[in-house]
């Protein structure tokens, strides 16, 4: 969406020679910026004549953002700015610069274009409203909850005068310094169009974590680096098919978080001013899970979606923090076979099974020898969950015997158990 904003009103005045009123004309010239970094390439800058509010005329900044207009005539004139280049450099740090800029404790400064980047609302005033509102922005960036824009629009500009009136002497150029844009909501202009705006955060992985197909796990994300941080916005990826998660958790106080979909949004905010000096090691947050049945892998993988990052105490971004993700294995010896009752047993007894995903399952009863004396089941196909079974032994002799299980599936797992028959 474009955005248009007025700069301060310059006067082109006429000069005296001999006595004589002579309209002189000039060039006006200067460069629009981000931020006062890079140069907004393909920017359309109106000149407008302030008593008729007509455009006199019009160019395009270059591809280092430099823009003139060659005949400019006496009056008073204002520039107009619009771009249609994408915005973007949103995310948690713009927030906090103005939680921090809002908190009497700090009372970070904010220039003429940060200030008029973080009235997302358009109220001519920033409060922790616009800070909120640019947290939900971020977060629908990412997809969480609906996309919306600004109020305001995409883009702001500024031109930052020390004073509005030009003096044009002779010929000599105008040039017009200071003119500068910022994407909505940008406020500490950390957006760069050609480069991802997020640095990338580095996966460490952890300690190797072995659980039971059956089991609670607890999985601990850990900040691998020493930094200071003040914010963070992490989308985690993970497998709903594989994990129901239960609860998050962080020693930290402020943290918000939400489960959507494949997708673990956290968010949280040092409001306080204080920084968090994370060490190495340092524990962020804990995943509360449990596996659900059916899953077919015998690994659980977490990761990263782009746009999350971790702000310092200052609103900036910091280019490239390690998060220590353990790498978690679901052993093999899972459970299959559970109690068998009555053992001993005389006439039927019922054994416990624990399917951990869908496949098919044998089960035979072997005399001491390892000879087969009885086939249960073979290759019966079963669905993921727990399951009881009637064996008849009716038909054995007393005696020790074993029972074996072989379930086939995404991997195959072998179990027996000893089953005594006494009359």
Known sequence: MRKFTLIPVFSLLMLFSTGMLIAQTTIVKGTIEYHDDWGIS????????????????STIADSLGNYVFDTVTQGAYVVVSETDLTSGGVDLADALRIIYH????????????????????????????????????????????????????????????????????????????????????????????????????????????????????????????????????????????????HDITSPHQG?????????????????????LLASSAELFITIHAKLKPGFTRRSINIGIDPGSHIVDPYGKLINKPVIRIPVIEIEDNDPLLGNVFPNPASSDCQVSLA??????????????????VKTIMDQHHMEAGYNDVTISVDDLEEGMYMLKATFKGDIIIEQNTKLLIKR
Request: charged letters at 15%.
């Open 355 to 372: 399917i951990p995903f869908a496949g098919g399952l044998s089960m035979g009863i072997y005399d001491m020898r390892g000879v087969l």
């Open 102 to 245: 809002l908190s009497p404790g700090v009372n970070l400064p904010l220039d003429s274009l940060e200030y008029l980047a973080a009235d997302v609302n358009g109220d001519d005033t920033v409060t922790f409203v616009d800070a909120y509102t640019i947290l939900m922005y971020w977060a629908s960036q990412v997809g969480y909850g609906n996309k919306f824009n600004f109020t305001v629009g995409d883009w702001v500009f500024d031109a930052g005068f020390d004073k509005d009136t030009f003096y044009i002497t002779q010929t000599n150029d105008t040039v017009i310094y200071g003119i500068s844009g910022s994407s909505t909501g940008d406020v500490n202009g950390s957006y760069t169009p050609e480069q991802n705006p997020s640095p990338d955060i580095i996966i460490s992985p952890g300690q190797l974590m072995r659980i039971s197909a059956q089991g609670i796990v607890d999985i601990p994300l850990r900040f691998d680096c020493p930094m200071m941080a003040g914010a963070a916005g992490l989308i985690f990826n993970y497998s709903p098919q594989i994990l129901e998660i």
């Open 255 to 275: 943290l918000f978080h939400e489960v959507v979909g494949d997708k673990i949004y956290v968010i949280w905010f040092n409001e306080n001013g204080t920084p």
């Open 42 to 57: 393909d920017a359309r800058l109106y000149l407008i004549d302030v008593n008729t509010n007509a455009i006199i005329d």
